[in-house]
């Protein structure tokens, strides 16, 4: 059984850097046949969900590009934990931020990549930006 | 404003039969798979619903997913007040390269 689990402080300072990391266990980021990439999902309070990025065991990321300019997703899969680093914060960043599986719905002969559903997600954790 | 439309809440009587409606356009839920999350308060969304129409092991045959075009439909049939709670639709948006959601539905059982 897959778990992720969402670590980092839990107040920032407005324009400083957000740094999250999501520790998963019951399973490697780093198999090589994997069909996964790892996201990151925010929630502010009382919205909606928002996907951030997601990255795969190689590297290669994807990010959402209201968010692009201020997001690195970076992978260790030597201690099988991915982080999530946004700079620049305001109190529009201020969220439930999820760290996910997702799966690698297909892969074309050119290489384009289309991912899929979020099967298992952290527990979530609230950052809050404020002085 | 989310790139997939959803309506802001639903509800029903218990035992009764609600349906979540969630709309795109051709370059998200027209040529890829739809999947559903339900968020109860206080906690991470839960996987419901994958590959359109498919039920992740563990899910009741209550919650059933469709896809036609480029709208996607969530159906709860028998309905319990256990599944008040919002849910969320979900697919990648090959023009943007990007996971998109929708903007939720609380579902209210009366």
């Known amino acids: 059984q897959v778990q992720l689990q969402e670590s980092g402080p839990g107040l920032v300072k407005p324009s400083e850097t957000l740094s999250l990391t999501c520790t998963v266990s019951g399973g490697s980021i780093s198999s090589i046949s994997s069909s996964y990439y790892w996201g990151w999902i925010r929630q502010p309070p009382g919205k909606g969900l928002e996907w951030i990025g997601s990255i795969y065991y190689n590297g290669n990321t994807f990010y959402n590009p209201s968010v692009k300019s201020r997001v690195t997703i970076s992978v260790d899969t030597s201690k099988n934990h991915f982080s999530l680093a946004l700079n620049t914060v305001t109190a529009a960043d201020t969220a439930v931020y999820y760290c996910?599986?997702?799966?690698?719905?297909?892969?074309?002969?050119?290489?384009?990549?289309?991912?899929?559903?979020?099967?298992?997600w952290g527990l979530g954790t609230l950052v809050t930006v404020s002085s | 404003q989310s790139v997939l439309t959803q309506p802001p809440s639903v509800s029903a009587a218990p035992g009764q039969r609600v349906t979540i409606s969630c709309s795109g356009s051709?370059?998200?839920?027209?040529?890829?798979?739809v999947s559903w999350y339900q968020q109860f308060p206080g906690t991470a969304p839960k996987h419901l619903i994958y590959n359109n129409n498919k039920r992740p092991s563990g899910i009741p045959d209550r919650f059933s997913g469709s896809k036609s075009g480029t709208s996607a439909t969530l159906d709860i049939t028998g309905l319990q007040t256990g599944d008040e709670a919002d849910y969320y639709c979900?697919?990648?948006?090959?023009?943007?390269?990007?996971?998109?959601f929708g903007g939720g539905t609380k579902l209210t059982v009366l």
């Open positions: 051709s370059s998200n839920i027209g040529n890829n798979y």
């Open positions: 996910a599986r997702q799966y690698v719905e297909r892969v074309t002969i050119f290489g384009v990549v289309t991912l899929g559903y979020f099967d298992y």
């Open positions: 979900g697919t990648w948006d090959t023009s943007l390269n990007t996971e998109v």
